[in-house]
């Protein structure tokens, strides 16, 4: 199992409505492609904890990355548990 944690903010604050949808379209992909995992939005502000294979979780981050809602990306922890 790989894990990959990061932090990013938000390009436009996000209120209750709109970060509702965008939750169950993330956990409907990532059911998809067996991933979990958990996202935490406060303030303007997202981190993120991704765990699955590892060439799956890196093609997501890569994704979320190029998404121009998101800036400020920050890699905190990617490990693999054995």
């Known amino acids: 199992m790989y894990y ?7 390009v436009t604050p996000m209120n209750h409505d709109p ?3 965008r939750l169950q379209q993330c956990r409907d992909n990532n059911q998809k492609n067996g991933i979990t ?3 935490l939005y406060q303030i303007g502000n ?14 997501l981050y890569d994704d979320i990355r190029k998404d121009d809602r998101h800036t400020g990306f920050h890699k905190v922890l990617s490990l693999i548990h054995i």
């Open 46 to 59: 997202f981190m993120q904890m991704l765990e699955g294979d590892k060439q799956v979780i890196l093609n």
């Open 37 to 39: 995992g958990m996202l």
């Open 4 to 10: 990959l944690i990061y932090q990013s903010s938000s």
């Open 19 to 21: 970060l509702s949808t």
